[in-house]
């Protein structure tokens, strides 16, 4: 496991010189609490990021005025459970064998200790509430509290849009938004956040929007109409060199567009990042009128990009840049730089060593990321680590400022951001970019974890469900709240 740094060195505040000299006890400074906002499926149509013109965002927009915000931030996996598993325990895909949505990442990573856990050994108070890790496979040794929602609100005829494509849908809802789950966890963490604490706190608080389906209250809907939505910008024969296994399902697209619904998902899901938005503005404007304003880092995430009709794909499961490129903006205490745009390449398992280190927590020797305190100091500071992203042990990409490299065991693709940022031209077979290409490759693990994982589905019913709860309140992690998936370590 690679291993990028030292662990820190901490020198107590009371001095023995100065104690010795009769000097004044210094005043120890107070621990550093931490708010971090995961945002589920969100691209990079965000503001600041600049995917999409007609994108609105304010309140993310203005989180990245007051802090550092990563333009070329990465997923480690392109889907919810091994992105989350990794960004929560600091291990890659490559390292843990937890490459899949079905995958039981405790089972991957028996003895991991997730970042909450981290914190609560170092006298934390860890709350989180919402979609944190993916689907049921929380645990209830993770956190101090947990804050669940009976699930979203959802229009009374489904699919609204007549296609047959799972949980494919969109639609406005007729609601408050105090009547929506995303909401109800918003308002749960400003309730925390408004708070004096005995403790230093590590607050998750994730949204589940824009994640499909995309329902929504009304008037978020009514910003965008769909005969003004702009599509996203595609090449005819963008797929002629592309090798056979990197091509996901290609029938969203045709369906999408051959019933004519083109605009009318995309200005749904233009709908769904605002609501998403307000509930982020919603967590903010509790934490800045509260007593913890001066004292906390915010971490604002999202587990993967996503495709809405580029290369013909809708959804993640791919390893080009919409399904790997993701939103990252660090602000509040300990970072220095504001209103900066970071163009280094990172990945989301620096995020588990940057709010430790923020946090002045000692950094955990297995950790696979760097802590980005460098960057959030000066954002134009030397950085010279790729990203990489995995699909499956012979499935993976990796990404400098300027390269993407992905290897397929059917074949490989080549793409030179400088001059090719919609990734339309593949290199990979030109002799002039072979040694590139085989820069490039050399980065990827070269022993990637090829470990047998429990399947999520085959676990007994008593190990999935994350027993609902009522909304409004929160409860202790016990066993009256949710079980451990697998046995392990506390």
Avoid at 100 to 117: E, L, Y
Avoid at 164 to 179: K, L
Avoid at 268 to 292: F, M, S, T, W
């Amino acid at each position: 496991m690679s291993q990028s740094f030292s662990r820190r060195e901490f020198i107590g505040a009371a001095g023995v010189g100065a104690a010795a000299a009769g000097c004044s006890r210094p005043v120890e400074p107070e621990p550093t609490n931490v708010l971090m906002i995961s945002v589920d499926d969100l691209n990079d149509w965000v503001g600041v990021f600049g995917g999409h013109a007609q994108t609105l965002t304010p309140h993310m927009d203005a989180l990245a005025s007051r802090g550092v915000a990563f333009r070329r931030a990465y997923c480690q996996a392109p889907m919810c459970n091994p992105s989350r598993a990794s960004l929560m325990t600091g291990i890659r895909p490559s390292t843990s064998g937890c490459y899949q949505n079905n995958d039981v990442w405790r089972d991957a990573m028996p003895d991991a200790v997730t970042m909450p856990q981290h914190f609560m050994q170092q006298g934390y108070e860890a709350l989180g509430g919402g979609k944190i890790y993916h689907s049921n496979q929380n645990e209830a040794r993770s956190w101090n509290y947990y804050f669940t929602t009976k699930g979203y609100l959802a229009p009374d005829e489904f699919p609204v849009n007549g296609l047959d494509r799972g949980h494919f849908d969109c639609s406005p809802i007729v609601a408050e938004d105090e009547d929506t789950s995303d909401t109800m966890i918003a308002e749960w963490a400003g309730d925390y956040l408004a708070k004096e604490h005995e403790k230093p706190f590590f607050l998750a608080a994730g949204l589940y929007r824009p994640h499909l389906p995309w329902y929504a209250p009304e008037k978020y809907f009514e910003k965008f109409p769909e005969a003004e939505t702009i599509l996203p910008e595609i090449l005819e024969g963008d797929l002629d060199d592309i090798p056979p296994g990197a091509l996901r399902s290609l029938r969203d697209h045709a369906e999408v567009t051959g019933s004519g619904q083109w605009k009318r998902a995309v200005a749904a899901y233009l709908a769904c990042i605002h609501y998403a938005d307000q509930n982020v503005g919603r967590i903010l404007k509790a934490l800045d009128e509260g007593p913890n304003a001066d004292n906390t880092t915010i971490c604002l995430w999202t587990d993967h990009g996503w495709h809405l009709g580029e290369k013909q794909h809708w959804r993640k499961f791919t390893l080009w840049e919409e399904s790997c490129r993701v939103p990252l903006i660090f602000a509040g205490k300990g970072v220095s730089a504001q209103g900066a745009v970071c163009e280094r390449t990172v990945e989301l398992l620096d995020v588990y060593p940057t709010l430790a280190d923020l946090a002045g927590l000692p950094l955990r020797p297995e950790l696979d990321g760097v802590s980005l305190r460098p960057l959030l100091q000066r954002p134009q500071s030397r950085h010279d680590r790729p990203a990489m992203t995995h699909l499956g042990p012979d499935q993976a990409t990796v990404r400098t400022e300027r390269w993407r490299y992905i290897t397929y065991p059917d074949g490989e693709q080549l793409y030179d951001h400088d001059h090719d940022p919609m990734e339309w031209r593949n290199l990979a077979d030109a002799p002039e970019f072979a040694e590139v290409k085989r820069e490039l490759a050399a980065m990827l693990p070269q022993n990637p974890s090829r470990k047998e994982v429990q399947g999520y589905n085959e676990l007994p019913d008593e190990m999935k469900q994350l027993e609902p709860l009522d909304p409004g309140r929160h409860h202790k992690s016990d066993p009256d709240n949710h079980v451990d998936l697998l046995p392990g370590p506390r």
